[in-house]
């Protein structure tokens, strides 16, 4: 299966530009084919951070597939000029939903509207959603927001649209570095798989148990949790301000 | 090694200004309830005129809670998911029930508390005399039911409580919130508040004695050593170490100068009452009163909004300002107009505190 973009554009080189939007189904296997049918998939990204360049192209790309409101983010990649001694780096960091398997934003939800499908992608059922928000403070990642559209709990959704029609999520499709691989966990032929098997992939904050299926490979064990840092230089007032 | 945060995510506070309101208010409701007891359900006299303005207080703010509440969420019109689709493993689910429980017990106690005083003034012939006499239905004391419906709203009112405290503190994401002591502290903030609008409707309704004034003063006093019990004990455990829970509650705002100036605003918005509650200089109730309203007012909106402004991954503080609109300066005030709307009905309703004070006969017998 097309696990990053640079394999997908490998076995895409067949196909006519007018079959983009469709499945490419002639052209490399599915994410959905490359699963036997008789068993779900579960579903899983692998971030190769020294891959990414920060070029924000996934956080666009998720913007213009998911129709996220202005100032609202499914994914983006944080940014970091990491400094030691006279040494100084930009460290990339790109953040989504983890699709938890012990997922802290679910048995909050009072309605039930927030589930985790058998796939394993963390979903809000918008028709049932009341907006109370409480899954927003529940997720311990900041990986959820109140869209100002739609009034109701928003996240990413590993583009499951996408996935089920057979396509990679928007922002692995996106991605200039090949930093991002998506696949299915449970399929020892998968890349991510296979790359997640070598052990020295990490989780965002592990010690909360939530068992995040978003792996990063290369990061700093400093960047895992809430980065302790100077605030994003951005700052609107430069001030901090809370009451 | 040193991080400059260049780029990343900012989030909305998304429990807005309602949220706060709606804690504060079902507090002080439950609160006041609770302090309207002794006098009103458990027959002590001496205390009876400081139990109806409780009371009064616990009905405007009751009624007035969920609304605010209704409003916090993004969909209003969906409340009734939550009787139709219930995920009893959430606090929240559980909040839906318990509220219409507690409101309703503490309606039907204010009636059974009340009838007698509704019906001794509803003697004449005017529109509310009559309407007082047909909400008081009968009037005869009803000492068994009230105590019977005192008891039903002290469980659902205890479990408004737990609930609001449990719902807040499980929120592992936010370790301000994720210590046992929140519950306990919310407790204690709306016993202050709640005495201190007992002070301050007994001077609205100018029904102010000594006795009303010295069990407000004993309440909120034992109510604000207790805070200040409960936020030494929060920090001790965080600054030394004793309980990992606490240490990153008190890590993950204290570097920030913000909360350094917002500590020593707690600080004095609970020892300043106390001070004059001990001084007692002219006019001292109505500045305790209102102070008492801040201090539980003010530790809910450092709690919800401050600890929303805490980055769960993130460097420094989100900025939060107050926006004009709905969801923030006008539902503020919005809710706090409808709490005088529904003042100025129950006060018009209940009898006049001087009339009811010189006709002691129909009040209920123990
Ligand atoms: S990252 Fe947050 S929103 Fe996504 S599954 Fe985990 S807890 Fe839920
Ligand atoms: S905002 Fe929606 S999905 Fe989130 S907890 Fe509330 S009802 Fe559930």
Redesign the interface.
Known sequence: MPDSRRDFLRGFAAVTVGAAAVAPAGAAPTPQAAVSPDKTPRWAMVVDVAKCIGCQSCTVSCIYENAVPEDSFRTIVSTYEVQEGDRAAMVMLPRLCNHCADAPCIPVCPVGATFQRADGIVVVDADRCVGCAYCVQACPYDARFVNHGTQKADKCTFCAHRVEAGLLPACVESCVGGARIFGDLDDPKSTVSKLVAKGDAKVLKPELGTRPHVFYLGLDDRLTGKVEGEPTLWHPTGRETHA | ????????????V??LPWAVQYFFLVGLSVAGFLLSLPGLAFGARSQRGFGRNALIGALACGLVAPVALLA????PG??W??YT???L?????W??FFIPCYVGGLLAYAWAALRGDLAAAGQGDDLVSRLRRLIAAGGAPAPRLTKILAGWTVVFGLLILLYTGM?TM?????PL?NTPILPLQFAATAFTGAAGLTLLIARLRGDTTHAGDAVAARAMTAALLATIALGLAWFALGIFGLSDIHARALA?VAG????Q??AV?AAAATALPLLLLWLRPPGWAWLVGLLGLHAAWMFR??VF??G??V???????Y???LPLGHDGLLGIGGSLGLWLFVFVLITTLLPDPVASRVRPALAPAE
Do not use: C
């Open positions: 090694m040193t991080i400059l945060e260049v780029v990343n995510v900012s989030r909305d998304t429990w916090d969420l993004h969909q969906r409340f998911r939550f689709n219930p995920n493993g959430s606090w929240m689910a909040g839906a719902e499980v929120v592992r994401a936010r919130w993950s920030h100068r913000a909360w100036v917002t605003w909106w450092t909004i401050g929303q402004t980055p769960k991954t993130g460097a420094g503080l900025v939060y300002q």
